[in-house]
């Protein structure tokens, strides 16, 4: 099993940028997919999480809502996140995880994980 994630950078306060993770998970779309974030110095936190097959249902942090949207390709094998308004408290590692069937916000949930893409939003 393979997450590989990509789409970070550097980017000032209230610009976009757009996460990708790509995976080689058997049967994608049977994975519930999410992302967290880890700042420096702090825990690692959820952000946003698609429900598997269609992808219909979504979770999303609070600190998150209605600036970022998780999708998902399953003929991409590849979920989303699109990062808008980004604010300089967005800047973290951010980590792709992904889970057969389950779904939920808690970290301890997904037992596959990619590498990390690190998002730098300047003030």
């Known amino acids: 099993v393979q997450l590989q994630a990509c789409g970070g950078g550097l980017v000032q306060a209230g610009g976009s940028l757009r996460l990708s993770c790509t995976a080689s998970?058997?049967?994608?779309?049977?994975?519930?997919m999410a992302w967290f974030r880890q700042a420096p110095g702090g825990a690692r936190e959820f952000v946003a999480a698609v429900r598997w097959a269609g992808g219909s249902s979504t979770l999303y942090a609070d600190s998150v809502e209605g600036r970022f949207t998780i999708s998902r390709d399953n003929a991409k094998n590849t979920v989303y996140l699109q990062m808008n308004s980004l604010k300089p408290e967005d800047t973290a590692v951010y980590y792709c995880a992904a889970q057969l069937y389950d779904f939920g916000d808690s970290e301890d949930i997904y037992a596959y994980w990619g590498q990390g893409t690190q998002v730098t939003v300047s003030s």
């Open positions: 998970l058997g049967t994608f779309s049977r994975y519930s």
